[in-house]
Structures are given as structure tokens and as C-alpha cells.
């Protein structure tokens, strides 16, 4: 069982914003600014979205935008597209000075 | 351009060590706030964070599997090494070789293709 807790599938229409969370604790998501994102469609390697919560390294669009609050941490896809549908993954950076991932979210574009 | 590739076994039997190695292009291991790490993921599951070796040798375990990995710089400067001992079929998936820096807040920017593992008598 992972320790990040994520919702195991959101979904949405093309054009609409859905946001992910990534549910953890002090020891980890509420303590700390690493927190990452990943996107992994079927079969591929997964891709860095998302660093120190917020933050998209080059080339990632925009419309991927993170967030947290307190042990929270979010993920916003906007202006959804069907190439997002994927597997998404958030990390984070621990009390033990170790990352953890969570169990994954799987977003369908419906 | 940063690369990573994993070579390694296909295959091993419960108990064997697992040896796994990282060949790194396009960076200099040597350069500050960067490290090679390992990431597995089952079939059809998570991701789960095994090990890092930073540039100054500093090494971070999974505090679940540090009893059974050792990660350390190769002979060459451009490869680093993991070893997973007792191996068991809870084990099998892919293993993936990654790279972090400071730059992106330690998030694994670079992955490797992968290396496929079965763990089978």
C-alpha cells in the first residue's frame, strides 16, 4: 500500500479542467516543498510534469499546474485533451530523506 | 542530451542477486546537487523508489528494502550499479534507472527505457 493516497481514476470531458490529489503527511507531502508529478500513458516510460509542487520543467505545457495545502498536494490538467489520457503519479520527498510515490490516478477523457 | 540505459539479467531465481547496471551520457556524475537512482514498478502498478547515489557519493535506501539493496558508482564514471539480493517473484517488474538534479527539485527528470525482470525458478 502506498503511502500517498490518490484517487484511482478521475475523468473528463475534452476542454475541461480536472485536478488530482495526492494525500499524504507531515512526514512527507505536508513537510516538504519536493513534491513531483509524473504522467505514464500504456506501455511508455513515465515523464517529470511537475517539481517542488508547482513548478514545469521546459516543455511540459501549461495547462499541467500543481499545487498544496497543508499534507494535500494537487494536480490541475486544464483544457483537457485525449493525449492526457494516462496514468498520473505523484512523489514525494520524505521524513527518512527517501521518496515515496502514490498508487497512481488514471484519467480517462471522455 | 541526457541518457540512461539499463542492462541486466532477464531473468533470476528466488534467493539469486539481482545486478543491474546504469550506463549515464551526457552529464558528468561528478557535477554538484546530481544523482542516479533506481525506480521499479510491477506490472500493472505503481512506481516504487528504491535507491539514490548522489555526485558525492551520498546513497539514500528505500527504508522498506535497505536491508536487500546496494546501490555504488561503477568501475567506469559514466555507470552505476544496483544489486538486490534474495530475490523474490514479488519482485519482478521493471526496473528503471533515473536521474535527479537540484535544478528540478530532486524530480526524476530522466528515465531509462527500462529493464524487464522476472523472478522465476
Known amino acids: 500500500q502506498s503511502v500517498l493516497t490518490q484517487p484511482a481514476s478521475v475523468s473528463g470531458s475534452p476542454g475541461q479542467s480536472i ?7 507531515s512526514d512527507d507531502v505536508g513537510g516538504y516543498v519536493f ?10 516510460v513515465p515523464r517529470l510534469l511537475i517539481y ?6 521546459s516543455g511540459v505545457s501549461a495547462r499541467f499546474s ?8 494537487s494536480l490541475t490538467i486544464s483544457g483537457l485533451q485525449p493525449e492526457d489520457e494516462a496514468q498520473y503519479y505523484c512523489s514525494s520527498y520524505t521524513a527518512t530523506s527517501t521518496w515515496v510515490f502514490g498508487g497512481g490516478t488514471t484519467v480517462t477523457v471522455l | 542530451q541526457i541518457t540512461l540505459k539499463e542492462s541486466g539479467p532477464t531473468l533470476v ?4 542477486t539481482l545486478t543491474l547496471s546504469c550506463t549515464l551520457s551526457g552529464f558528468s556524475f561528478s557535477t554538484s546537487e546530481v544523482g542516479v537512482g533506481w525506480v521499479r514498478q510491477p506490472p500493472g502498478k505503481a512506481p516504487e523508489w528504491l535507491a539514490i547515489i548522489y555526485w558525492n557519493n551520498d546513497k539514500r535506501y528505500s527504508p522498506s528494502l535497505k536491508s536487500r539493496l546496494t546501490i555504488t558508482k561503477g568501475n567506469s ?6 544489486t538486490v ?4 517473484p514479488v519482485d519482478a517488474g ?5 536521474h535527479s538534479t537540484s535544478a528540478t527539485g530532486d524530480g526524476l527528470d530522466v528515465w531509462g527505457q527500462g529493464a524487464t525482470v522476472t523472478v522465476s525458478s
Open chain 1, 35 to 44: 513534491v513531483s508529478w509524473y504522467q505514464q500513458h500504456p506501455g511508455k
Open chain 1, 19 to 25: 485536478t488530482i490529489s495526492c494525500s499524504g503527511s
Open chain 2, 94 to 98: 521493471t526496473y528503471y534507472c533515473v
Open chain 2, 85 to 88: 539480493a534474495n530475490m523474490d
Open chain 1, 66 to 73: 500543481g499545487s498544496k495545502s497543508g499534507n494535500t498536494a
Open chain 2, 13 to 16: 531465481k528466488p534467493t539469486q
Open chain 2, 77 to 82: 564514471a559514466d555507470q552505476v550499479v544496483l
Open chain 1, 52 to 57: 517542488d509542487f508547482k513548478s514545469r520543467p
